[in-house]
Protein backbone atom coordinates (compact mmCIF):
# COMPACT_ATOMS: atom_id res chain seq x y z
CA UNK A 1 0.00 0.00 0.00
CA UNK A 2 3.07 2.28 0.55
CA UNK A 3 3.94 2.41 -3.15
CA UNK A 4 0.41 3.50 -3.98
CA UNK A 5 1.20 5.89 -1.78
CA UNK A 6 4.10 7.24 -3.10
CA UNK A 7 2.82 7.17 -6.42
CA UNK A 8 -0.33 9.37 -5.61
CA UNK A 9 2.03 11.76 -3.67
CA UNK A 10 4.51 11.48 -6.81
CA UNK A 11 1.84 12.36 -9.35
CA UNK A 12 0.17 15.11 -6.89
CA UNK A 13 3.82 16.98 -6.93
CA UNK A 14 4.99 16.88 -10.57
CA UNK A 15 1.00 17.27 -12.51
CA UNK A 16 0.21 19.90 -9.55
CA UNK A 17 3.71 21.69 -10.68
CA UNK A 18 2.73 21.70 -13.72
CA UNK A 19 -0.69 22.83 -13.21
CA UNK A 20 0.84 25.94 -10.98
CA UNK A 21 3.46 26.85 -14.09
CA UNK A 22 0.21 26.79 -16.98
CA UNK A 23 -1.77 29.13 -13.95
CA UNK A 24 1.43 31.30 -14.06
CA UNK A 25 1.59 31.75 -17.62
CA UNK A 26 -2.13 32.28 -17.76
CA UNK A 27 -2.45 34.67 -15.14
CA UNK A 28 -3.28 35.18 -11.60
CA UNK A 29 -6.93 34.20 -12.21
CA UNK A 30 -6.39 30.96 -13.56
CA UNK A 31 -3.14 29.15 -11.32
CA UNK A 32 -5.78 28.39 -8.91
CA UNK A 33 -8.17 26.42 -11.80
CA UNK A 34 -5.00 25.10 -13.18
CA UNK A 35 -3.15 24.19 -9.76
CA UNK A 36 -6.27 22.34 -8.59
CA UNK A 37 -6.67 20.15 -12.42
CA UNK A 38 -3.23 19.78 -11.79
CA UNK A 39 -3.49 18.08 -8.56
CA UNK A 40 -6.54 16.31 -9.74
CA UNK A 41 -4.67 14.97 -12.66
CA UNK A 42 -2.10 13.98 -10.47
CA UNK A 43 -4.08 11.91 -7.93
CA UNK A 44 -5.47 9.68 -10.94
CA UNK A 45 -2.15 8.95 -12.68
CA UNK A 46 -0.54 8.22 -8.60
CA UNK A 47 -3.67 5.69 -8.28
CA UNK A 48 -3.08 4.33 -11.53
CA UNK A 49 0.23 3.33 -11.11
CA UNK A 50 2.30 5.71 -14.02
CA UNK A 51 5.33 6.12 -11.99
CA UNK A 52 7.22 5.33 -15.42
CA UNK A 53 4.81 8.40 -17.33
CA UNK A 54 5.61 10.69 -14.47
CA UNK A 55 9.03 10.17 -14.38
CA UNK A 56 9.26 10.52 -18.03
CA UNK A 57 7.54 14.01 -17.80
CA UNK A 58 9.65 15.25 -14.83
CA UNK A 59 12.85 14.17 -17.03
CA UNK A 60 11.64 15.89 -19.79
CA UNK A 61 10.52 18.79 -18.29
CA UNK A 62 14.10 19.10 -16.88
CA UNK A 63 15.84 18.60 -20.45
CA UNK A 64 13.62 20.83 -21.95
CA UNK A 65 13.93 23.70 -19.86
CA UNK A 66 17.47 23.30 -19.70
CA UNK A 67 17.98 23.11 -23.71
CA UNK A 68 15.74 26.00 -23.77
CA UNK A 69 17.66 28.50 -21.06
CA UNK A 70 20.91 27.34 -23.49
CA UNK A 71 19.51 27.77 -26.42
CA UNK A 72 16.89 30.63 -25.83
CA UNK A 73 17.91 31.96 -22.75
CA UNK A 74 16.20 32.16 -18.79
CA UNK A 75 12.99 33.95 -20.51
CA UNK A 76 11.51 30.82 -22.47
CA UNK A 77 12.67 28.42 -20.20
CA UNK A 78 8.99 27.63 -19.19
CA UNK A 79 8.18 27.28 -22.77
CA UNK A 80 11.02 24.72 -22.96
CA UNK A 81 10.08 23.03 -19.85
CA UNK A 82 6.57 22.46 -21.51
CA UNK A 83 7.36 21.23 -24.40
CA UNK A 84 10.03 18.45 -23.44
CA UNK A 85 7.64 17.57 -20.10
CA UNK A 86 4.47 16.84 -23.32
CA UNK A 87 7.71 15.03 -25.44
CA UNK A 88 8.89 13.08 -22.08
CA UNK A 89 5.32 11.99 -21.63
CA UNK A 90 4.50 10.78 -24.72
CA UNK A 91 7.88 9.12 -25.39
CA UNK A 92 7.03 7.63 -22.07
CA UNK A 93 3.82 6.00 -22.83
CA UNK A 94 5.36 4.79 -26.14
CA UNK A 95 8.45 3.06 -23.99
CA UNK A 96 6.20 1.65 -21.37
CA UNK A 97 3.81 0.13 -23.70
CA UNK A 98 6.87 -1.29 -25.65
CA UNK A 99 8.46 -2.72 -22.83
CA UNK A 100 4.98 -4.37 -21.93
CA UNK A 101 4.96 -6.04 -25.22
CA UNK A 102 8.46 -7.05 -24.91
CA UNK A 103 7.82 -8.64 -21.14
CA UNK A 104 4.45 -10.45 -22.59
CA UNK A 105 6.30 -12.42 -25.79
CA UNK A 106 8.80 -13.07 -23.29
CA UNK A 107 6.33 -14.44 -21.13
CA UNK A 108 4.51 -16.56 -23.89
CA UNK A 109 7.82 -17.78 -25.18
CA UNK A 110 8.76 -19.12 -21.82
CA UNK A 111 5.32 -21.03 -21.32
CA UNK A 112 5.31 -22.78 -24.76
CA UNK A 113 8.99 -23.38 -24.83
CA UNK A 114 8.73 -27.29 -25.33
CA UNK A 115 10.34 -29.48 -22.18
CA UNK A 116 14.20 -30.12 -22.69
CA UNK A 117 14.99 -34.51 -24.17
CA UNK A 118 16.30 -36.18 -21.77
CA UNK A 119 19.22 -37.84 -22.11
Known sequence: MSGKIIDVVL???VMGTVGVLIGVNMGD???????GLGVALGT??????GRRFLFSI????????????????ADRMSVGAGAGAA????LG???SMLLDAWAERK?????????????
Not at 44 to 49: A, I, K
Not at 87 to 90: I, N, P, Q, R, V
Open 11 to 13: GIA
Open 29 to 35: VSLPVAA
Open 44 to 49: VVGLLG
Open 58 to 73: LIGSVLGGLLAWLVAG
Open 87 to 90: MGGF
Open 93 to 95: VQI
Open 107 to 119: REAASTEPPAPNT
